[in-house]
């Protein structure tokens, strides 16, 4: 980078003085045999497993797990609930309401805008090229000394395909804010995690999610990779017992079955390209975008009578004709196998 990153620069003044929440699991560390510091019920709980005691505010089973699985430093990870969580403490650590700006690429990930409506920040829109990559002018052309975030989704959501990952280095290398680079769908792609790229680039948030590959969408338990410096200011904002004991015990039961979930990953893929394959052959598919991810953006004659159609058939897809850049399109999930000869089956039906 041209000049040196400063994250107390970036950060809010009011987040640099806060003093967080101290819950009782925080000023206490190590073994002890009675626990009564932080009026809970002693006695236990109704159920089969003692839920009456808060759980580890810092997640440390669960962030030693996955730093293994991972190869990022336990230090390195924030949990959060749902990488929507994360999402929203980057604003709230770094963007001033009323302020400072964001840099969204649409059509991209809906939180982002959704999250700065909420925190009161302006957001600059510059949509994607015609292929669905960066456009490197004109994000440069929107940046000014109040955009303190650069959103980046790939691969990409509701596109699918991955973004040039020359053309994100770009981007880390000349804005001295944040680049939040989201991999909800990195499982499906065969492209380097920008994870491994932490050291290198030290204004670098790197988000992923259990809820896709991992099968764990009803846990809502999202990921935040960062500098130890931006984490830490993650667990100063987040709330004390922001990740409950029930979905960190599941997710460490999760973690061990690994070869599960690359198994199902694998089949996912082989669908995913059967699933194109056949889509093709319709007449009343014009166009499939090349997906790195666990869905497909299928462009169509009369997209929204075939969405009302599925329907009517039992079979929900997501209609993303309205979406700019995305005229015309449905967003197809990668089923079971026969989850998609059924949706085939039925389209070959509107077909004929």
Partial sequence: MDTPFNLTKLLRANIQNLVPYSSARDEFKGE????????????????????????????????????????????????GNGSDEAIDILFRAFCRPGVDNVVLVPPTYGMYEVSANINDV??????????????????????????????????????????????????????????????????????????HELVEYPNLVVLQTLSKAWGLAALRLGMAFASTEIIAVFNKIKPP?????????????????????????????????????ELDKLEMVQHITPSDANFILVKMNDPRGVYEYL??????????????????????????????????????????
């Fill in 122 to 195: 302006a957001y600059r829109k510059v949509n994607l090229t015609a292929t669905y990559q960066l456009d490197l002018p004109a994000i440069a052309d929107a940046i000014d000394e109040h955009t303190k975030l650069i959103f980046i989704c790939s691969p990409n959501n509701p596109t699918g395909n991955s973004i040039n990952r020359q053309d994100i280095e770009t981007i880390l290398n000349n804005f001295e804010g944040l680049v939040v680079v989201d991999e909800a769908y990195i499982n499906f792609s065969q492209t380097k995690s920008f994870t």
């Fill in 32 to 79: 002890a045999s009675v626990l009564i510091d932080a009026n809970e019920n002693a006695f236990g709980s109704p159920l089969a497993h003692n839920y009456n005691r808060y759980p580890d505010p810092l997640q440390h089973q669960v962030k030693h797990k996955l730093s293994q699985i991972k190869g990022v430093p336990a230090a390195n990870i924030f949990l």
């Fill in 311 to 352: 329907v009517g058939n039992g079979i929900i897809v997501r209609d993303r004709s309205k979406v700019e850049l995305c005229e015309g399109c449905l967003r197809i999930t990668v089923g079971t196998p026969q989850e998609n000869q059924l949706l085939l089956e039925k389209l070959t039906t509107i077909n004929s």
């Fill in 241 to 277: 017992y922001n990740i409950n004991q029930a979905t960190q015990d599941i997710v460490l039961e999760a973690l061990e079955n690994i070869d599960q979930v690359n198994s199902w990953i694998k089949q996912t893929v082989e669908e995913r390209e059967k699933l194109v394959q």
